[in-house]
């Protein structure tokens, strides 16, 4: 059987019941599957209203554990991941070692964060070894305990896109090492502030965003300086 690319588009917002269908229904073909691309395309006349407990879950996505040769999974709905955690991404990584291209909600969560943290990195670069590109909101609080931490790294990263992931100040350098250890190769770095701000008007979401994204900047600038 032919390998298949599947890709979903919609104009009105996923529900996390319509992606856990949508997966399921993939299921009879879990062997010869190796793209899934689920999208919503917002109507930007359109305003957003998502109700905040409707969030994507480790259940939602539970079919996919089982697509063993999937390279490219991207999900990009305007919806909470903060049901997704280290446990869920562990599961994932050593379910689905194919990986390329992992994105998980980097285009904009709603009010809510992923429980993920930089474990899921590690987890990802550990056992999906061909992995390109990484989509992915984690926590950075616990930075600093990764600093005298050994880690392996993955050659094969060379674009991560962090979502609206904060990080602080103090946290720059600590980040940089971190990453320019765990992908040596990595290139790009996005950064894409909450979209539940972007409809706010308040200055001070716009300047609190504006500042985070300078920082991701100076992460980056200082991984390039670590690796040469």
């Known amino acids: ?25 993939l299921l009879p073909c879990q062997f010869t599957i190796k793209h899934i691309n689920i999208q919503w395309w917002l109507d930007p006349d359109r305003g957003i209203n998502l109700d905040d407990s409707d969030y994507i879950s480790g ?29 869920f991404i562990s599961k994932l990584a050593l379910s689905c070692p194919n990986l390329v291209h992992l994105d998980l909600g980097s285009r904009g969560v709603v009010n809510f964060p992923m429980n993920t943290t930089l474990a899921s990195l590690v987890m990802l670069a550990n056992h999906c070894r061909l992995l390109q590109n990484i989509g992915l909101y984690f926590d950075c609080c616990t930075i600093q305990s990764w600093i005298t931490k050994d880690i392996q790294c993955n050659n094969a990263t060379t674009h991560l896109s962090v979502g609206c992931s904060t990080i602080q100040t103090s946290d720059i350098n600590t980040m940089a090492k971190f990453l320019s250890r765990l992908f040596p190769n990595l290139t790009r770095i996005d950064f894409r502030r909450n979209s539940n701000d972007a409809d706010s008007d308040d200055e001070s979401s716009d300047e609190n965003s504006e500042q985070v994204h300078r920082r991701w900047d100076l992460v980056f600038t200082k991984v390039k300086s670590y690796r040469d």
């Open 1 to 25: 059987m032919a390998n298949k690319n599947l890709q979903h588009w919609s104009s009105s917002p996923f529900t996390p019941d319509d992606i856990h269908q949508i997966l399921t229904s």
């Open 59 to 87: 259940i939602t996505l539970a079919p996919l554990l089982e697509f063993s040769h999937l390279e490219n999974f991207e999900l990009s709905t305007l919806s909470s991941f903060h049901g997704i955690d280290d446990t």
